[in-house]
């Protein structure tokens, strides 16, 4: 049990340190690094053990033409492989809001100031600077589920990165032109772009760095059922 109760509490410690990170060093990573990072993401469960997950790594000036390319197209409407949430309402909707009002209050966007938030948005094409971007994709007949699989194998690679030091975010955004993505990435049409993930070492100092997210508690997320059929906790 002892045992037990350290790899628990080095999961945990590893869960509370991670955020998305919004600004990067430029120096790129070890490749070394990055493989351990992917070899750990490897061992992720999936459904069936389909490992459906592909994933293409930028670097370097390819990456640095991507940046270029997607920044060109953010003004034109997006068109994901997946298609967006259709609507964030209720308690979503507050908590995405609380997020982007803590990320603006961060970087000193104030309230309103619509021209510095699409400032801010449009990092996500520059990947924050990051100087590697992965992108998740899944093979188009696992439907659903080979996006689900995608999402759990996203989770294990921010958690390995984590572990080692580096710095990571999950992205939809940049996933919003997919044509830019297969173009540059020479990904196959039966592919489905599930994410990006942006990753490297941290810029500790800049500000979007020096917030973090909040959490709701298990029992805003958990509804328990006790064996007789009554609702519990």
């Known amino acids: 049990m002892a045992d037990a109760s350290l790899e628990f ?13 919004r600004a990067f060093h430029p120096t790129p990573l070890a490749r070394e690094d990055i493989v351990r990072v992917l070899d750990a993401a490897q061992r992720t469960a999936s459904w069936c053990n389909a490992q459906p997950w592909q994933v293409y790594i930028a670097s370097g000036p390819r990456l ?8 060109a197209a ?42 510095a938030s699409a400032r801010q948005a449009s990092e996500n094409f520059s990947f924050f600077g990051a100087p590697h971007l992965a992108v998740v994709t899944a093979d188009e007949a696992l439907g659903t589920y080979g996006a689900i699989d995608c999402g759990a194998y996203v989770a294990n690679f921010l958690l390995a990165a984590q572990a080692l030091g580096m710095g990571a975010i999950p992205q939809a955004a940049v996933v919003a032109y997919p044509a830019v993505l297969r173009d540059h990435l020479a990904i196959a049409p039966d592919r489905r772009i599930v994410c990006g993930i942006s990753f ?28 007789d059929g009554a609702e519990a906790g």
Do not use: K, Q
């Open 74 to 115: 953010a003004s034109e409407a997006p068109a994901p492989d997946l298609p967006w949430p259709r609507a964030y309402e209720g308690v979503y909707r507050e908590r995405r809001r609380d997020c982007a009002m803590a990320l603006y209050a961060a970087v000193g966007i104030a309230p309103g100031d619509r021209a």
């Open 64 to 71: 640095e033409r991507l940046r270029t390319a997607l920044r």
């Open 9 to 21: 509490d080095t999961l945990r410690a590893l869960l509370d340190r991670r955020h998305s990170c």
């Open 200 to 227: 490297g070492r941290a810029d500790a100092s800049h500000p979007a760095n020096g917030f973090r997210t909040t959490r709701a508690s298990v029992e805003d997320c958990v509804v328990w059922r006790d064996e």
